[in-house]
């Protein structure tokens, strides 16, 4: 007894359904997105050329802090579950998600918790203004008083993510159709079942931290603070032991989506199926015991550096592996490149130069020298702008025709993601020269010697900028016409989602698939 | 799509053949981490070179291999696309090859890492310590300390609208001088929130954290300056606390030695003198702007919500004995300033705000005020 959706804004505050979540978590990542967007554009420009012209130094610090927790907390992560709550259902042969009702929950907590975040922004005393990582003592004795607002948000956040976790966990364990085994599972599948994992074992860890900041600020401890015999140090393990799984969060969905891709605009199965679970899994795993690399200089004792340093080269076997079963999966394919691939092809490429910049980070000695300076920016910045970022991208332009029953203009996605290519490019590889050439990271002004890549910069970010407004344009043409999409969409495509009519119906798979 | 990506090649093209050298004129584009002046910071600077080309290396095959296929294996061309999709020979191979680079590269890694941690027999111990936002050196047993602050030109250039000057933001009031030939150890810790004293030359970078005491080393062999800034956010004015050592022979750095112990006992003797209002107003306005005027602003006025006013403040209008307690031991987020300024400069500020900013309070306080009561404390 399938019925539609209810009218008017009651369907989307009351909607147990997969599919209404799924595309709100994603518009609410895209305005988040271009709210984050919009406060890099504000760094960028008062790093056009040295001097203060347009903010102050408590201000830049403000945008840098918001900057890196909206982009992390409010536009990828929440792009990712968006995508897994339309996907992961559709690919499973499974009605919905396992738990409606919470999925319901964990989207409408988040507009809530980053209302409040933005909204220290017009607070006494400014928005927080500790970097992204929020190191104590800065951000509890010294901090503003909207840090306490920070913490409710970030509790808000876990929360979110704790409940999104489960319900993907639950509908991939016990959803799937007759005959999906879990080795037959689509790797997008495997990805977020893993993900899910890593986000249940360290948002308590992150909630655990803020908590122990906020006893500090109002409860007279002393945790982090060491003139009452607490340890500055401590919160940067605490922190890392969320904030080093936490990049894999964002990034593993983010392989899931270019292993459903490649193979697909390849006509070809994807190469070593087995090997990427369980490298994924490897990677999953190793994540939980290399997080000191980013306390190198912090003055571990050297055992502790070491084995933290060898432990974070291990990492290259594992995502190496990932991208030779890319390329090897493109090897004799039969390839054409639309937009969905371009973003794929460029993942593969500018990934795997922001892991080269990672082996290098990994080195502790070398790392004496790139510690917290723009070579620190581009390497993170290489990973997770066309890592996470192009990955999503991608995402949208491949399943848009499925969500939307209209195929995407072809050229229009191609301009947007040579536009995006380009931008991305010239942002953020000029800031591995001005790293090097001993730029520090949060600076608001520089010496002269780093202006030109710092000009270079900015431009190129506005150009990045610019492609996003794009994507939004072709976003919106696409939901309202466009050619009309079959339900295979794409010549090479293979799985469970591609069997429905596109649009996918509101309610798919009622009765179960099989699944052979 | 071939022809539009043509158009943006193009665009890229003229972007860097027109763009780049009027920029060019501008600066310099050192592209390249330092090699330094120490046996360390060259062999941090080989592991990173050596690194950088198997990285290159590796990138070079995999993405030859990739673009190849893409040229090679494209519909267009008519490629038909095959079906294998398995080999453990072939996983096996891409997981040990990496493995053997990784282990090749661990040997010089872990040797450089252990030379940067061998700290023991110095000859010279500096205590650094990370304040918000200045530097204090103390030479350990030599009873000498200063503290270093971003040159006030640099501060003037900031907001001007000029081509800044070569060392803009990496100019200090003190440099921290060093003996050449000698194994000199920094001892690093901070005073309020966490620093990093970074000296790219040497390649020293030590996190400056309240409650530890970390340790670094370096042997400069020649005489020579070298710059460098707080790598750890700290708040502010991050930007604005900039680290200049010089290395100069032991002759030069004994006889620098000796007139800063005649300088800190000058200091001691200049506490004992009187001062006029007019003489303490106006060493009080400089010092004002010097350790003030980042957070209560050059007008006094203080930024709401963050740092308090100096004008018609509870404090600067109130009791002197707890304008003395604010700035010699700070509280409520400000730090203390009793180490930093000699007491003929506490004084000096104390009475200048006292009657700066429509303050207007008439009184002075004697730098023997501030000796009794750091003495009374």
Not at chain 2, 259 to 264: D, F, I, L, N, P
Request: hydrophobic content about 50%; charged content about 15%.
């Amino acid at each position: 007894m399938a019925h539609g959706p209810a009218k008017g804004l009651s369907r989307w505050f009351y909607t147990t359904n997969h599919k209404d979540i799924g595309s709100m978590y994603l518009w609410f990542s895209f305005a988040m997105f271009f709210l984050g967007g919009i406060f890099a554009l504000v760094i960028r420009a008062e790093l056009f050329q040295p001097g203060l012209q347009i903010v102050e130094p408590g201000f830049f610090n403000q945008m840098t802090t918001m900057h890196g927790l909206v982009m992390v907390f409010g536009a990828v992560m929440p792009a990712f579950v968006g995508l897994a709550n339309w996907m992961i259902p559709m690919m499973v042969g499974a009605p919905d998600m396992a738990l409606p009702r919470m999925n319901n929950w964990s989207f409408w907590i988040l507009p809530f918790a980053f209302a409040m975040l933005a909204s220290t922004l017009f607070m006494e005393g400014g928005a927080p203004n500790f970097g992204w990582t929020f190191y104590a003592p800065l951000s509890t004795t010294y901090a503003p008083a909207s840090v306490t607002f920070f913490i409710f948000a970030v509790h808000i956040m876990g929360a979110s993510s704790i409940m999104g976790s489960i319900n993907i966990i639950a509908t991939i364990l016990n959803m799937r159709a007759p005959g999906m085994t879990l080795m037959k599972m689509p790797l997008f599948v495997w990805t977020w079942l893993i993900t899910a994992y890593l986000l249940i074992a360290v948002m308590p860890v992150l909630a655990g931290v803020v908590t122990m900041m906020l006893m500090d600020i109002h409860f007279g401890t002393s945790f982090f603070d060491a003139a009452g015999g607490g340890d500055p140090v401590l919160f940067q393990h605490v922190f890392w032991f969320f904030g080093h799984p936490e990049v894999y969060i964002m990034i593993l969905p983010a392989f899931g989506v270019v292993s459903a891709i490649i193979p697909t605009f390849a006509r070809k199965p994807l190469f070593g199926y087995s090997s990427m679970v369980y490298a994924t899994a490897s990677i999953a795993f190793l994540s939980f015991i290399v997080w000191a690399h980013h306390m190198f200089t912090v003055g571990m004792p050297l055992l502790g550096e070491v084995a933290f340093m060898y432990a974070t080269m291990l990492i290259a076997v594992p995502t190496g592996v990932k991208v030779f079963n890319w390329v090897t999966t493109m090897w004799r394919g039969s390839m054409t490149f639309e937009t969905p691939m371009l973003f794929s092809i460029a993942f593969v490429v500018l990934f795997t130069i922001g892991g080269f910049s990672g082996l290098m980070l990994a080195m502790a000695p070398a790392d004496f020298q790139y510690h917290d300076t723009y070579f620190v920016v581009a390497h993170f910045h290489y990973v997770l702008v066309p890592g996470a970022i192009f990955s999503i991208t991608a995402a949208v332009y491949y399943w848009l025709p499925k969500w939307t029953g209209h195929m995407y203009d072809e050229t229009m996605g191609k301009v947007q993601f040579w536009t995006a290519f380009i931008g991305l490019n010239i942002t953020f590889f000029p800031m591995h020269f001005s790293g090097l050439a001993g730029m520090p990271r949060r600076i608001p002004d520089y010496n002269p010697l780093w202006a030109d890549w710092n000009m270079i910069s900015s431009v190129g970010a506005f150009m990045f900028g610019a492609a996003q407004l794009l994507l939004l344009y072709n976003v919106v043409k696409t939901i309202r016409g466009g050619k009309k999409a079959t339900a295979e969409v794409w010549e090479g495509s293979h799985g469970l989602e591609w069997t429905v009519a596109s649009p996918a119906p509101y309610h798919t798979f009622t009765t179960p698939p099989e699944v052979k | 799509m071939l022809s539009i990506s043509k158009r943006s090649l193009a665009l890229l093209f003229a972007f860097s053949i027109v763009v780049l050298p009027s920029l060019a004129a501008a600066g310099e584009w050192q592209l390249n981490m330092t090699e330094g002046v120490t046996e360390v910071s060259r062999e941090v600077y080989s592991l990173h070179m050596t690194i950088f080309w198997w990285c290159v290396g590796i990138g070079a095959v995999v993405f030859g291999v990739m673009f190849y296929s893409m040229f090679a294996h494209r519909k267009s061309r008519g490629a038909e696309a095959a079906q294998f999709h398995h080999s453990t020979k072939l996983e096996i191979v891409w997981t040990v090859i990496p493995f053997a680079i990784l282990i090749a590269m661990a040997f010089p890694a872990t040797s450089t890492l252990i030379k940067i941690y061998d700290t023991a027999d110095a000859d010279v111990d500096i205590l650094i310590t990370g304040y918000q936002w200045k530097w204090k050196y103390e030479y350990l047993g030599e009873d000498v300390s200063f503290f270093a602050n971003l040159s006030d030109s640099s501060r003037e250039e900031i907001y001007t609208k000029d081509a800044k000057s070569e060392n803009y933001l990496l100019e200090v009031d003190q440099v921290l001088l060093i003996p050449t030939k000698k194994k000199v150890r920094f001892l690093v810790t901070a005073n309020d929130v966490i620093h990093s004293w970074w000296v790219p030359d040497l390649a020293v970078k030590r996190d400056a954290i309240p409650g530890y005491i970390n340790e670094a080393w370096t042997y400069v062999e020649e005489p020579g300056l070298f710059r460098g800034q707080c790598a750890e956010l700290c708040g502010k004015d991050h930007g604005f606390m900039p680290i200049v050592v010089k290395a100069v022979e032991q002759g030069e750095y004994d006889a620098w030695m000796a007139e800063k112990r005649a300088a800190a006992a000058a200091v001691a003797e200049a506490a004992k003198q009187t001062l006029t209002f007019d003489q303490l107003y106006a060493e009080g306005e400089s010092v004002y702007e010097t350790y003030c005027a980042a957070c209560h602003q050059a007008g006094g006025e203080g930024i709401p919500g963050m740092f308090p006013a100096i004008k018609d403040s509870t404090i600067a209008t109130g009791d002197i004995k707890l304008h003395l307690d604010r700035v010699i031991n700070g509280g409520q987020g400000m730090p203390p300033f009793g180490e930093q300024l000699t007491p003929v400069q506490s004084a000096a500020v104390i009475t200048f705000q006292r009657n700066a900013f429509g303050n207007n309070m008439g009184e002075s306080v004697q730098p023997i005020d501030v000796v009794n009561f750091k003495q009374g404390q």
